[in-house]
């Protein structure tokens, strides 16, 4: 049984990640199209919490105790 919970725990990190790096790809393409420089260092701004979300929850994918 703990097992099984920790596969659908697993699961809903996995989807958190999809969904964390869709944010990354949108942003990205934002910025790309950006050119006043204070909306792109709020861009910039962004993407790094994202990226910081984005480990974050990679590594309690792959630490997380089953």
């Known amino acids: 049984m703990g097992m099984e919970r920790g596969g659908k725990e697993k ?3 996995a989807l958190e990640i ?3 790096a869709d944010k990354i790809m949108e942003m990205a ?3 790309a199209d950006e050119d006043d420089p204070f909306a792109r ?3 910039y701004a962004f993407m790094d919490a994202e990226m ?4 974050t929850l990679v590594h309690d994918l792959v630490f ?3």
């Open 11 to 13: 699961r809903k990190i």
């Open 41 to 43: 260092r709020g861009l």
């Open 64 to 66: 997380f105790p089953e």
């Open 52 to 55: 910081k979300a984005l480990r």
């Open 29 to 31: 393409k934002m910025l």
């Open 18 to 20: 999809l969904n964390e």
